[in-house]
């Protein structure tokens, strides 16, 4: 996986995925392979998780995936709930400039949408 860079609020650089050659090696901790999504690049980042380019690889459709921060995760079960809420509630509109929400669900302590 290659390097991405992102900028902070202030206009700086940083890198959030780590450059590696290992199989299965991920961003911030998240492995490169999610049930069926294989992630690829950093499309962004929240406060509420990272947002992945991804390939689902039962139907071959490439997805944009998105992670709930491991600090979400694991200090809160509220966080966890907000974060399904977050999806649920995405999924019922239907509008130009809204992804549609099309899967949800956690592997390996990872919860996605």
């Given at each position: 996986?290659?390097?991405?860079?992102?900028?902070?609020?202030?206009?700086?650089?940083?890198?959030?995925?780590?450059?590696?050659?290992?199989?299965?090696?991920?961003?911030?901790?998240?492995?490169?392979?999610?049930?069926?999504?294989?992630?690829?690049?950093?499309?962004?980042?929240?406060?509420?998780?990272?947002?992945?380019?991804?390939?689902?690889?039962?139907?071959?459709?490439?997805?944009?995936?998105?992670?709930?921060s491991l600090t979400n995760a694991e200090f809160s079960t509220d966080g966890v709930q907000r974060f399904f809420n977050e999806a649920k509630t995405a999924a019922?509109?239907?509008?130009?400039?809204?992804?549609?929400?099309?899967?949800?669900?956690?592997?390996?302590?990872?919860?996605?949408?």
């Amino acid at each position: 996986m290659l390097g991405a860079v992102t900028t902070d609020l202030k206009g700086k650089s940083m890198s959030i995925i780590r450059e590696s050659s290992e199989p299965g090696s991920g961003v911030m901790g998240v492995p490169r392979k999610l049930g069926k999504y294989i992630l690829h690049d950093v499309l962004g980042q929240g406060s509420m998780g990272i947002v992945f380019k991804a390939q689902q690889t039962t139907i071959d459709r490439w997805v944009a995936l998105k992670i709930l921060s491991l600090t979400n995760a694991e200090f809160s079960t509220d966080g966890v709930q907000r974060f399904f809420n977050e999806a649920k509630t995405a999924a019922r509109i239907i509008h130009p400039n809204i992804v549609p929400i099309l899967d949800i669900g956690q592997d390996r302590g990872f919860y996605f949408f």
